[in-house]
């Protein structure tokens, strides 16, 4: 069993960590914003383009038949050691015109498409419960 553990060492390992989640209340619905840094923990270059998605889920396990795809964005690719990170606007999610996401969670699923073949996918799912009410006179 030597050989197959050794072999989980190399290659490319995409993981990423949510920096920012913030909901705005408007009258047409709530607005949420999701920023992030995806970075590549890997031997190799993650050769894309990849997706990054944005669902949104009643509970902290994604589940691609109920949850709620809301948006993504693709990434070229990602050298061994670097990130890219939500910037000037670019690779984040704002998604306008939502029901009420008080108790929901964002889970943000980095390549989603699964283009990028990585020792360990598990490290892929990003999770956030998404804090409420958001409402001061509540």
Same mark, same amino acid.
């Given at each position: *069993?030597?050989?197959?553990?050794?072999?989980?060492?190399?290659? @490319?390992?995409?993981?990423?960590?949510?920096?920012?989640?913030?909901?705005?209340?408007?009258?047409?619905?709530?607005?949420?914003?999701?920023?992030?840094?995806?970075?590549?923990?890997?031997?190799?270059?993650?050769?894309?383009?990849?997706?990054?998605?944005?669902?949104?889920?009643?509970?902290?396990?994604?589940?691609?038949?109920?949850?709620?795809?809301?948006?993504s964005?693709?990434?070229?690719?990602?050298?061994? *050691?670097?990130s890219?990170?939500?910037?000037?606007?670019?690779?984040?999610?704002?998604?306008p015109?939502?029901? @009420?996401?008080? *108790?929901?969670?964002?889970?943000?699923?980095?390549?989603?498409?699964?283009?990028? @073949?990585?020792?360990?996918?598990?490290?892929?799912?990003?999770?956030?419960?998404?804090?409420? @009410?958001?409402?001061?006179?509540?």
């Amino acid at each position: *069993g030597l050989a197959l553990d050794l072999t989980r060492d190399f290659g @490319p390992d995409l993981t990423g960590t949510i920096t920012k989640l913030k909901v705005q209340q408007k009258t047409v619905g709530d607005k949420l914003i999701v920023k992030l840094t995806v970075s590549n923990i890997g031997t190799e270059i993650a050769s894309g383009p990849f997706f990054v998605a944005l669902h949104l889920s009643d509970d902290d396990t994604l589940n691609r038949d109920d949850d709620l795809l809301l948006e993504s964005f693709t990434i070229e690719e990602i050298k061994p *050691g670097k990130s890219k990170s939500s910037k000037k606007g670019k690779r984040q999610f704002k998604v306008p015109g939502l029901d @009420p996401l008080a *108790g929901k969670y964002a889970i943000v699923v980095i390549d989603d498409n699964d283009v990028v @073949p990585e020792p360990d996918e598990d490290n892929n799912i990003l999770v956030q419960q998404i804090d409420g @009410p958001f409402d001061a006179s509540q």
